[in-house]
């Protein structure tokens, strides 16, 4: 099976599969105030992942990797709803462009869409700073997001088994190149351990990638029908993992993922210590199965929706909904006090 078949099957099954709600989003609940002493047109939303300013906390997450006609279909929509909304967009992993040159058409159409926006390039951690220079020039891309997928590769019976040196990988990437790198998880959630590493590293922009939505165990196992079934409910959910990067992560931008699909996950990632919330597998859905229209009516609706939440928190901008009040339980709380994160 080619490279661009497989990414194909990602799309078709992460559909299938669906989209879960256990990213823990339901132990988190706002502290209502009655005072709010605001108005909702004088909210900002604008926000800064690291070195960049996005007029919208909301980015469309990595998922059309593989090239060939239909991946720069897809490109093109996600592409042309980013430029409409104002948001960022990060497309999938571009290793097969990087392999296959003629492949970069269904990438190169992103910023070609969109000249002006944020657009974030994506290789797997397998790569080194000559790939990544090569798949950030492609796009002319303000970032590039290294993905980090162990529990993928080990569930695949013909996927990855090795997987030394890729924190020293990343590393010197980050010192070439001369755009902010983003190390990001794929639905398994990132650790306070995990953070740690990466910022020695000099790592300052991490996409935790929680458990909770798009489950690539789940994805791979129904591809196949097979059943190495061990991972299917392995993953540290988004809000836990929000909690532990923000723990662990000093100076350091934490983007939230995994699982989120209305603007109340968007705010609450945010009053987590998000700085940005990037959705994937539910967007895909709406593009899919009701257009890029309705995508872009669907992005409208969560920032307006966004901003009424934060009219009720008192909230007018992306800092002050960071430091409302928040309370935590259930099963996050657990996890949180087990891992001595306040
Ligand atoms: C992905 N994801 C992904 N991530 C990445 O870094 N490179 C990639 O090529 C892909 N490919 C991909 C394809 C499809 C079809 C989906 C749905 C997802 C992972 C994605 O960016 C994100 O981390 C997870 O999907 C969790 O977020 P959601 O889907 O729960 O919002």
């Given amino acids: 099976m080619t490279r661009t078949q497989r990414k194909l099957e990602h799309i078709h099954y992460a559909l299938q599969t669906g989209q879960h709600r256990l990213s823990g989003f ?8 009655s005072l709010p002493d605001l108005s ?28 060939g006609k239909e991946t720069e279909n897809l490109n093109r929509d996600l592409a042309m709803a980013a430029k409409e909304t104002g ?8 290793m097969a462009a990087i392999k296959d040159p003629a492949q970069a058409a269904s990438f190169e159409i992103v910023r070609k869409m969109n000249p002006d926006g944020i657009v974030i390039a994506n290789l797997g951690g ?33 996927g990855d088994r090795t997987f030394e040196g890729v924190l020293a990988r990343i590393e010197e990437i980050r010192l070439k ?27 300052s922009i991490l996409d935790v990638g929680g458990f909770g939505g798009t489950n690539f165990a789940r994805i791979e ?15 540290i959910p988004t809000a836990v993992s929000i909690a532990e990067a923000v723990s662990a992560g000093e100076d350091t931008s934490i983007l939230a993922s995994g699982g989120i699909q209305d603007a109340l996950d968007v705010a609450k990632c ?45 909230a007018k901008n992306i800092k002050e909904l960071q430091d409302s009040s928040l309370v935590i339980s259930g099963k996050t709380y657990h996890w949180l006090t087990q891992r001595g994160i306040d």
């Fill in 26 to 33: 339901e132990d988190i609940s706002f502290v209502h105030q």
């Fill in 40 to 67: 909702t047109e004088g909210i900002s939303l604008d926000t800064a992942i690291g070195g960049l300013h996005a007029s919208s906390p909301i980015f469309i997450n990595a998922m059309t990797g593989g090239g």
């Fill in 87 to 94: 948001i960022s967009m990060a497309v999938g992993s571009q």
């Fill in 126 to 158: 397998e790569a080194g700073i000559e790939e990544a220079k090569r798949a950030a020039d492609m796009l002319k891309a303000d970032a590039l997001q290294i993905h980090l997928n162990v529990i993928q590769e080990l569930t695949m019976p013909e």
């Fill in 177 to 203: 190149l001369d755009i902010p790198v983003i190390v990001k998880e794929t639905g398994f959630g990132m650790s306070k351990e995990t953070v740690a590493q990466l910022c020695s590293a000099g790592i």
């Fill in 221 to 235: 196992n129904e591809r196949r029908q097979t059943a190495l079934t061990l991972f299917n409910d392995w993953g």
């Fill in 270 to 314: 945010i009053a987590l210590g998000a700085d940005g919330a990037g959705i994937a597998g539910h967007f895909m859905k709406s593009l899919k199965e009701k257009g890029m229209t309705a995508l872009i009516h669907e992005i409208e609706d969560l920032h307006q929706e966004l901003r009424i939440i934060m009219t009720a928190l008192g």
